[in-house]
C-alpha cells in the first residue's frame, strides 16, 4: 500500500512541475512576443523619441 502511495505522490509531483513549467513557458514566451512586436513597431518613431531624450 505504501509504495502506491510513493508513486501516486510522485506522479502528482510531476504533473505539479509540468504544470508550473508550461504556464513559466508560456509567461516568458508572451513577453519574448511583446518585445519583438515593440522592435517591429514604427522603428522611426523609436529613434526620434531616444533622440529627443538625449
Do not use: N
Request: avoid cysteine; glycine fraction near 10%.
Amino acid at each position: 500500500m505504501s509504495e502506491y502511495y510513493m508513486a501516486s505522490i510522485k506522479d502528482i509531483g510531476k504533473l505539479f512541475l509540468f504544470i508550473v513549467t508550461g504556464l513559466v513557458a508560456i509567461i516568458v514566451g508572451s513577453f519574448m512576443v511583446r518585445g519583438t512586436m515593440h522592435m517591429w513597431d514604427k522603428p522611426g518613431e523609436l529613434k526620434k523619441d531616444k533622440k529627443k531624450k538625449d
